[in-house]
Protein backbone atom coordinates (compact mmCIF):
# COMPACT_ATOMS: atom_id res chain seq x y z
CA UNK A 1 0.00 0.00 0.00
CA UNK A 2 1.63 3.20 -0.91
CA UNK A 3 1.46 5.99 2.03
CA UNK A 4 -0.80 9.47 1.56
CA UNK A 5 0.29 11.00 4.82
CA UNK A 6 -0.20 14.41 3.06
CA UNK A 7 -3.80 13.70 1.60
CA UNK A 8 -6.56 15.50 3.67
CA UNK A 9 -10.17 13.67 4.32
CA UNK A 10 -12.56 15.35 1.70
CA UNK A 11 -15.52 17.15 3.74
CA UNK A 12 -18.88 14.78 4.32
CA UNK A 13 -21.47 15.27 1.97
CA UNK A 14 -24.03 17.54 2.35
CA UNK A 15 -27.46 15.79 4.11
CA UNK A 16 -29.51 17.83 1.41
CA UNK A 17 -30.34 15.16 -1.76
CA UNK A 18 -29.40 12.12 0.15
CA UNK A 19 -32.33 9.59 0.32
CA UNK A 20 -30.42 7.42 2.81
CA UNK A 21 -27.57 7.38 5.34
CA UNK A 22 -25.58 4.78 3.94
CA UNK A 23 -23.93 4.29 7.30
CA UNK A 24 -23.84 4.48 10.73
CA UNK A 25 -19.84 5.03 11.16
CA UNK A 26 -16.98 5.53 8.76
CA UNK A 27 -14.00 3.56 9.75
CA UNK A 28 -10.34 4.40 9.14
CA UNK A 29 -9.85 2.86 5.58
CA UNK A 30 -6.88 0.58 5.01
CA UNK A 31 -6.17 -0.67 1.58
CA UNK A 32 -4.20 -3.72 3.03
CA UNK A 33 -7.45 -5.03 4.44
CA UNK A 34 -8.40 -6.05 0.39
CA UNK A 35 -4.54 -6.54 -0.53
CA UNK A 36 -4.48 -9.01 2.05
CA UNK A 37 -7.63 -10.94 0.62
CA UNK A 38 -6.14 -10.38 -2.39
CA UNK A 39 -3.16 -11.52 -2.12
CA UNK A 40 -3.12 -13.96 0.95
CA UNK A 41 0.12 -12.39 2.56
CA UNK A 42 -2.26 -12.31 5.91
CA UNK A 43 -5.23 -12.56 6.97
CA UNK A 44 -7.60 -8.87 7.10
CA UNK A 45 -8.48 -7.47 10.44
CA UNK A 46 -11.93 -7.09 9.52
CA UNK A 47 -13.84 -8.02 6.43
CA UNK A 48 -13.52 -5.95 3.75
CA UNK A 49 -15.96 -4.50 1.26
CA UNK A 50 -15.50 -3.44 -2.36
CA UNK A 51 -17.12 -3.73 -5.80
CA UNK A 52 -15.76 -3.16 -9.49
CA UNK A 53 -17.84 -0.06 -9.42
CA UNK A 54 -20.96 2.45 -9.09
CA UNK A 55 -23.31 3.69 -11.67
CA UNK A 56 -22.82 7.19 -11.79
CA UNK A 57 -26.43 8.35 -10.79
CA UNK A 58 -25.91 5.94 -7.39
CA UNK A 59 -23.24 8.02 -6.69
CA UNK A 60 -24.85 11.16 -6.86
CA UNK A 61 -27.83 9.87 -4.69
CA UNK A 62 -25.24 8.39 -2.25
CA UNK A 63 -23.28 12.07 -1.73
CA UNK A 64 -26.46 14.00 -2.54
CA UNK A 65 -24.41 15.94 -5.40
CA UNK A 66 -24.06 15.56 -9.23
CA UNK A 67 -22.00 15.33 -11.47
CA UNK A 68 -20.77 18.08 -13.40
CA UNK A 69 -18.07 19.72 -15.84
CA UNK A 70 -15.97 22.08 -14.45
CA UNK A 71 -14.38 24.89 -16.43
CA UNK A 72 -10.82 23.09 -17.26
CA UNK A 73 -10.22 19.13 -17.69
CA UNK A 74 -8.36 19.64 -14.19
CA UNK A 75 -11.71 20.71 -12.64
CA UNK A 76 -13.43 18.30 -14.17
CA UNK A 77 -10.88 15.47 -13.36
CA UNK A 78 -11.40 17.34 -9.83
CA UNK A 79 -14.47 16.89 -9.41
CA UNK A 80 -14.93 13.34 -10.65
CA UNK A 81 -12.16 12.16 -8.35
CA UNK A 82 -13.69 14.01 -5.38
CA UNK A 83 -17.04 12.47 -5.99
CA UNK A 84 -15.96 8.54 -6.56
CA UNK A 85 -13.86 9.22 -3.53
CA UNK A 86 -16.86 10.56 -0.78
CA UNK A 87 -18.79 7.79 -2.12
CA UNK A 88 -16.36 5.11 -1.07
CA UNK A 89 -16.08 6.48 1.55
CA UNK A 90 -19.89 6.57 2.48
CA UNK A 91 -19.80 2.59 1.46
CA UNK A 92 -16.96 1.83 3.96
CA UNK A 93 -14.48 0.85 1.22
CA UNK A 94 -10.88 0.68 1.25
CA UNK A 95 -9.92 1.65 -1.67
CA UNK A 96 -11.29 3.71 -4.17
CA UNK A 97 -11.49 2.62 -8.44
CA UNK A 98 -9.51 4.81 -11.15
CA UNK A 99 -11.50 4.55 -14.40
CA UNK A 100 -8.61 3.67 -17.03
CA UNK A 101 -9.67 1.70 -20.17
CA UNK A 102 -7.62 1.58 -23.04
CA UNK A 103 -9.55 4.52 -25.61
CA UNK A 104 -10.97 2.35 -28.18
CA UNK A 105 -13.17 3.84 -30.83
CA UNK A 106 -16.15 1.12 -30.65
CA UNK A 107 -20.06 1.46 -32.46
CA UNK A 108 -22.49 1.39 -29.51
CA UNK A 109 -26.34 1.60 -29.72
CA UNK A 110 -28.38 3.51 -26.76
CA UNK A 111 -32.28 3.61 -25.04
CA UNK A 112 -33.61 5.58 -22.77
CA UNK A 113 -32.42 4.51 -18.90
CA UNK A 114 -35.47 2.88 -17.42
CA UNK A 115 -33.71 2.64 -14.78
CA UNK A 116 -32.07 5.97 -13.40
CA UNK A 117 -33.23 8.37 -16.26
CA UNK A 118 -31.27 9.45 -18.82
CA UNK A 119 -29.85 6.84 -22.14
CA UNK A 120 -28.23 3.95 -21.50
CA UNK A 121 -24.96 2.57 -24.43
CA UNK A 122 -25.29 -1.27 -25.30
CA UNK A 123 -22.38 -2.37 -28.08
CA UNK A 124 -23.32 -2.73 -31.45
CA UNK A 125 -22.61 -6.75 -32.07
CA UNK A 126 -24.43 -6.98 -35.42
CA UNK A 127 -22.97 -3.98 -38.03
CA UNK A 128 -20.07 -1.46 -38.42
CA UNK A 129 -17.18 -4.02 -36.84
CA UNK A 130 -14.03 -4.10 -38.36
CA UNK A 131 -14.75 -7.10 -40.16
CA UNK A 132 -11.50 -6.78 -43.38
CA UNK A 133 -8.23 -5.44 -44.08
CA UNK A 134 -9.40 -2.16 -44.80
CA UNK A 135 -10.75 -1.15 -41.44
CA UNK A 136 -8.38 -2.32 -39.59
CA UNK A 137 -5.62 -0.56 -41.11
CA UNK A 138 -6.94 2.81 -41.08
CA UNK A 139 -8.67 2.23 -37.38
CA UNK A 140 -7.37 4.81 -35.12
CA UNK A 141 -5.47 3.03 -32.43
CA UNK A 142 -4.58 4.22 -29.68
CA UNK A 143 -1.08 5.14 -28.86
CA UNK A 144 0.08 2.04 -26.65
CA UNK A 145 0.66 2.81 -22.77
CA UNK A 146 -1.31 6.03 -22.42
CA UNK A 147 -3.41 6.25 -19.65
CA UNK A 148 -5.41 9.14 -18.14
CA UNK A 149 -2.47 10.15 -15.12
CA UNK A 150 -4.31 13.15 -14.31
CA UNK A 151 -7.42 10.99 -13.31
CA UNK A 152 -5.42 9.02 -11.08
CA UNK A 153 -3.52 11.94 -9.73
CA UNK A 154 -6.79 13.24 -8.66
CA UNK A 155 -8.63 10.75 -6.80
CA UNK A 156 -5.15 10.32 -4.98
CA UNK A 157 -4.94 13.92 -4.26
CA UNK A 158 -8.25 13.67 -2.53
CA UNK A 159 -8.39 10.04 -1.01
CA UNK A 160 -7.73 9.73 2.49
CA UNK A 161 -4.49 8.30 4.21
CA UNK A 162 -4.90 4.79 4.32
CA UNK A 163 -7.38 4.64 1.30
CA UNK A 164 -6.45 2.86 -1.88
CA UNK A 165 -6.62 3.19 -5.40
CA UNK A 166 -7.18 -0.07 -7.52
CA UNK A 167 -7.42 0.37 -11.74
CA UNK A 168 -10.31 -0.64 -13.85
CA UNK A 169 -9.41 -1.51 -17.54
CA UNK A 170 -11.47 -3.34 -20.18
CA UNK A 171 -9.64 -6.91 -21.32
CA UNK A 172 -8.69 -8.07 -24.45
CA UNK A 173 -11.69 -10.49 -25.25
CA UNK A 174 -14.09 -7.70 -24.74
CA UNK A 175 -12.13 -5.30 -26.51
CA UNK A 176 -11.49 -7.35 -29.78
CA UNK A 177 -15.24 -8.08 -29.95
CA UNK A 178 -16.63 -5.17 -29.54
CA UNK A 179 -14.47 -3.95 -32.53
CA UNK A 180 -15.36 -6.70 -34.67
CA UNK A 181 -18.64 -7.14 -33.67
CA UNK A 182 -19.71 -10.22 -32.31
CA UNK A 183 -20.97 -11.36 -35.77
CA UNK A 184 -18.07 -10.26 -37.74
CA UNK A 185 -16.29 -11.89 -35.17
CA UNK A 186 -17.51 -15.12 -35.61
CA UNK A 187 -17.77 -14.91 -39.13
CA UNK A 188 -13.94 -13.77 -39.40
CA UNK A 189 -12.55 -17.23 -36.93
CA UNK A 190 -13.65 -18.54 -40.50
CA UNK A 191 -13.47 -16.65 -43.50
CA UNK A 192 -9.80 -14.54 -42.08
CA UNK A 193 -8.33 -15.99 -38.74
CA UNK A 194 -5.27 -14.15 -39.91
CA UNK A 195 -7.37 -10.49 -39.30
CA UNK A 196 -8.81 -12.16 -36.09
CA UNK A 197 -5.03 -12.73 -34.95
CA UNK A 198 -4.14 -9.05 -36.00
CA UNK A 199 -6.97 -7.45 -34.22
CA UNK A 200 -6.19 -9.89 -30.97
CA UNK A 201 -2.60 -8.74 -31.12
CA UNK A 202 -3.24 -4.64 -31.67
CA UNK A 203 -5.70 -4.56 -28.44
CA UNK A 204 -3.43 -6.95 -26.29
CA UNK A 205 -0.42 -4.83 -27.02
CA UNK A 206 -2.07 -2.11 -25.68
CA UNK A 207 -4.39 -3.40 -23.05
CA UNK A 208 -1.07 -4.91 -21.31
CA UNK A 209 0.74 -1.35 -22.25
CA UNK A 210 -1.66 0.21 -20.25
CA UNK A 211 -2.10 -1.94 -17.62
CA UNK A 212 1.81 -1.68 -16.77
CA UNK A 213 1.81 2.13 -16.91
CA UNK A 214 -1.00 1.60 -14.30
CA UNK A 215 1.02 -0.48 -12.38
CA UNK A 216 4.01 1.71 -12.65
CA UNK A 217 1.94 4.74 -10.94
CA UNK A 218 3.09 5.22 -6.96
CA UNK A 219 -0.89 5.74 -6.63
CA UNK A 220 -1.93 2.64 -7.81
CA UNK A 221 -2.43 -0.31 -5.29
CA UNK A 222 -3.82 -2.84 -7.36
CA UNK A 223 -4.99 -4.09 -11.12
CA UNK A 224 -8.39 -5.10 -12.01
CA UNK A 225 -9.02 -6.27 -15.78
CA UNK A 226 -12.05 -6.65 -16.99
CA UNK A 227 -12.70 -9.40 -19.58
CA UNK A 228 -16.26 -11.29 -19.89
CA UNK A 229 -15.03 -15.01 -20.85
CA UNK A 230 -18.37 -16.95 -20.09
CA UNK A 231 -22.14 -16.72 -20.91
CA UNK A 232 -24.71 -18.69 -18.58
CA UNK A 233 -23.44 -22.19 -19.37
CA UNK A 234 -19.85 -22.23 -20.46
CA UNK A 235 -17.05 -20.30 -22.29
CA UNK A 236 -17.49 -17.94 -24.99
CA UNK A 237 -14.96 -19.42 -26.94
CA UNK A 238 -13.17 -22.38 -27.09
CA UNK A 239 -9.63 -23.48 -24.88
CA UNK A 240 -7.95 -23.87 -27.65
CA UNK A 241 -8.89 -20.22 -29.47
CA UNK A 242 -8.57 -18.63 -25.51
CA UNK A 243 -5.26 -20.54 -24.86
CA UNK A 244 -4.07 -18.79 -28.62
CA UNK A 245 -5.75 -15.66 -28.84
CA UNK A 246 -6.66 -14.30 -24.86
CA UNK A 247 -5.11 -16.16 -22.27
CA UNK A 248 -0.99 -15.09 -23.58
CA UNK A 249 -2.33 -11.53 -22.67
CA UNK A 250 -3.26 -11.85 -19.35
CA UNK A 251 -0.77 -13.78 -18.43
CA UNK A 252 1.61 -11.04 -19.20
CA UNK A 253 -0.96 -8.64 -18.07
CA UNK A 254 -0.06 -10.32 -14.31
CA UNK A 255 3.52 -10.68 -14.77
CA UNK A 256 3.59 -6.68 -15.80
CA UNK A 257 1.59 -5.83 -12.66
CA UNK A 258 4.09 -8.23 -10.82
CA UNK A 259 6.93 -6.55 -12.05
CA UNK A 260 5.83 -3.52 -10.37
CA UNK A 261 4.73 -5.17 -6.56
CA UNK A 262 1.06 -4.96 -7.71
CA UNK A 263 -1.55 -7.65 -7.72
CA UNK A 264 -3.53 -8.33 -10.85
CA UNK A 265 -7.17 -8.87 -10.67
CA UNK A 266 -9.07 -10.64 -13.48
CA UNK A 267 -13.18 -9.77 -13.73
CA UNK A 268 -14.62 -12.38 -16.11
CA UNK A 269 -18.43 -12.88 -15.56
CA UNK A 270 -20.09 -16.20 -16.72
CA UNK A 271 -19.15 -19.88 -16.60
CA UNK A 272 -15.55 -19.67 -17.07
CA UNK A 273 -14.84 -22.45 -14.93
CA UNK A 274 -14.39 -25.22 -17.68
CA UNK A 275 -10.99 -23.11 -18.02
CA UNK A 276 -10.64 -21.98 -14.32
CA UNK A 277 -7.38 -23.77 -13.27
CA UNK A 278 -5.70 -23.03 -16.56
CA UNK A 279 -6.42 -18.94 -15.86
CA UNK A 280 -5.30 -19.62 -12.26
CA UNK A 281 -1.97 -20.87 -13.41
CA UNK A 282 -2.38 -17.66 -15.69
CA UNK A 283 -0.82 -15.42 -12.18
CA UNK A 284 -3.98 -14.02 -11.51
CA UNK A 285 -4.21 -13.19 -7.48
CA UNK A 286 -8.01 -13.06 -7.32
CA UNK A 287 -11.14 -13.65 -9.04
CA UNK A 288 -14.14 -11.19 -9.10
CA UNK A 289 -17.40 -11.52 -10.30
CA UNK A 290 -20.09 -14.15 -9.40
CA UNK A 291 -23.81 -15.07 -10.28
CA UNK A 292 -26.09 -17.66 -7.88
CA UNK A 293 -27.09 -19.40 -10.91
CA UNK A 294 -23.68 -20.57 -12.52
CA UNK A 295 -21.45 -20.70 -9.55
CA UNK A 296 -22.11 -19.52 -6.20
CA UNK A 297 -19.44 -17.66 -4.38
CA UNK A 298 -19.25 -19.93 -1.52
CA UNK A 299 -18.72 -22.77 -3.90
CA UNK A 300 -15.64 -20.68 -5.61
CA UNK A 301 -14.64 -19.93 -2.12
CA UNK A 302 -13.96 -23.87 -1.01
CA UNK A 303 -12.52 -24.51 -4.58
CA UNK A 304 -10.32 -21.65 -5.46
CA UNK A 305 -9.57 -19.72 -2.11
CA UNK A 306 -6.02 -21.78 -1.19
CA UNK A 307 -4.79 -20.28 -4.16
CA UNK A 308 -6.15 -16.69 -5.27
CA UNK A 309 -9.13 -14.45 -3.44
CA UNK A 310 -12.05 -14.24 -4.34
CA UNK A 311 -14.26 -11.12 -4.58
CA UNK A 312 -18.10 -10.10 -3.86
CA UNK A 313 -20.96 -12.69 -4.68
CA UNK A 314 -23.92 -11.64 -3.24
CA UNK A 315 -26.29 -12.01 -6.11
CA UNK A 316 -26.96 -8.86 -8.49
CA UNK A 317 -30.58 -10.29 -9.83
CA UNK A 318 -31.00 -10.68 -5.30
CA UNK A 319 -29.70 -7.44 -4.58
CA UNK A 320 -32.18 -5.88 -7.51
CA UNK A 321 -35.38 -7.81 -6.64
CA UNK A 322 -35.23 -9.22 -3.67
CA UNK A 323 -37.26 -8.41 -0.23
CA UNK A 324 -34.61 -6.79 2.48
CA UNK A 325 -34.87 -9.86 4.24
CA UNK A 326 -34.07 -12.15 1.95
CA UNK A 327 -30.95 -10.35 1.14
CA UNK A 328 -30.03 -10.20 4.81
CA UNK A 329 -30.86 -13.97 5.19
CA UNK A 330 -28.37 -14.49 2.06
CA UNK A 331 -25.28 -12.32 3.06
CA UNK A 332 -25.28 -13.90 6.40
CA UNK A 333 -25.10 -17.04 4.53
CA UNK A 334 -22.23 -16.37 2.22
CA UNK A 335 -20.22 -14.17 5.10
CA UNK A 336 -20.11 -17.45 7.24
CA UNK A 337 -18.95 -19.72 4.72
CA UNK A 338 -16.32 -17.43 2.83
CA UNK A 339 -14.68 -14.90 5.24
CA UNK A 340 -13.25 -17.46 7.93
CA UNK A 341 -10.54 -18.38 5.17
CA UNK A 342 -9.28 -14.48 5.09
CA UNK A 343 -9.49 -14.74 1.18
CA UNK A 344 -13.05 -13.09 0.07
CA UNK A 345 -14.67 -9.50 0.31
CA UNK A 346 -17.49 -8.77 0.69
CA UNK A 347 -19.79 -7.10 -2.55
CA UNK A 348 -22.17 -7.54 -4.92
CA UNK A 349 -21.84 -10.22 -7.82
CA UNK A 350 -20.92 -7.69 -10.00
CA UNK A 351 -21.26 -4.04 -9.37
CA UNK A 352 -23.23 -1.52 -7.69
CA UNK A 353 -25.83 -0.50 -10.54
CA UNK A 354 -28.08 2.09 -10.78
CA UNK A 355 -31.17 -0.76 -11.15
CA UNK A 356 -30.33 -2.38 -7.29
CA UNK A 357 -32.17 -0.18 -4.73
CA UNK A 358 -29.86 1.82 -1.93
CA UNK A 359 -31.81 0.05 0.43
CA UNK A 360 -30.67 -3.21 -0.75
CA UNK A 361 -27.02 -2.68 -0.94
CA UNK A 362 -27.30 -1.16 2.49
CA UNK A 363 -29.12 -4.37 4.28
CA UNK A 364 -26.03 -6.21 2.41
CA UNK A 365 -23.31 -4.08 3.99
CA UNK A 366 -25.10 -4.20 7.55
CA UNK A 367 -24.48 -7.95 7.52
CA UNK A 368 -21.02 -7.04 7.09
CA UNK A 369 -20.44 -4.85 9.37
CA UNK A 370 -22.01 -6.95 11.90
CA UNK A 371 -18.91 -8.99 11.72
CA UNK A 372 -16.68 -6.15 12.44
Known sequence: MIARASRATPEPAPAKGRPIDMTARQPQPDARRLLNVITGDAPPD???????????????????????????????????????????????????????????????????????GGTRAWQDSHGGGMTDREAFERFPWPEPGAVREAHVEALAARAPEGMGIFSTTS?????ATRLMG????????????????????????????HIEALAGMDAIDACWMGDDLGHKTGLQLSPELLREHVFPWIARAAEACHRW??????????????????????????????????????????????????????????????????????TR?????????????????????????LEAYRAMLDEGRRTW
Open 171 to 175: GVYEN
Open 182 to 209: VEGFAYCLVDDPDLVADVFRAVGERVVA
Open 333 to 357: EVINACAPTGRWALGSGNSFANYIP
Open 46 to 116: RLPFIDLRVDDDVIERIVGEPFRTGQTAAETEAITADLIVRCCLELDWDMAWARCSVPFTKSARTAADTAG
Open 261 to 330: GKPFVLHSCGSVYGAMEEIIGLGIDAKHSFEDGILPVEVAVERYSDRIGLIGGIDVDLLARGDLEAIRRR
